[in-house]
């Protein structure tokens, strides 16, 4: 299966399911510590230090994930990580400025407790990530990594 169909497809059932799932057991806790994650992604987007939204935005979805309480699909998910992650690298700088507003979105949707809403949200996030990202893929399909990841 082709990466970006993997990265997409796979995550975006699976990720949207994991976030239903966890909606009744993410506490005013984990609610604070998302909103810390998104705090800190303004700051590495001020920056430009995009390993550091990568990994902001695996630790958001991570404790997401976590609370789904469902182990088959938090190794799923798990199991899943570095290829979504070499994706983002690959595809270069294309959605990290949003990081911030879009995690808060998903946020918002948590705190209003509705699963429905939480899974169309995690849903609409993911697509549209992966639609930025695979805009960024040039026309001859090859994907290089970048040299580096950060200004900073």
Request: negative net charge; hydrophobic residues 35%; charged residues 30%.
């Amino acid at each position: 299966m082709p990466l970006d169909k993997f990265c997409t497809g796979s995550r975006l059932d699976l990720e949207s399911l994991a976030a239903q799932l966890a909606t009744p057991h993410v506490t005013q806790d984990d609610l604070v510590s998302l909103q810390h994650l998104i705090e800190e992604m303004k700051e590495a987007d001020r920056v430009e230090d995009v390993r550091r939204l990568i990994d902001l935005d695996s630790d958001f979805h991570g404790l997401i994930v976590e609370r789904c309480q469902h182990k088959r699909l938090q190794r799923a998910l798990h199991d899943m990580q570095l290829q979504v992650r070499i994706f983002r690298i690959v595809t270069k700088r294309t959605d990290y400025e949003t990081y911030p507003k879009t995690h808060g979105d998903l946020l918002s949707a948590l705190r209003t407790g509705d699963p429905s809403l939480v899974r169309q949200t995690v849903y609409s996030h993911v697509m549209e990530s992966a639609e930025l990202a695979l805009a960024a893929v040039p026309d001859d399909g090859v994907l290089s990594i970048p040299e580096t990841e950060s200004k900073t």
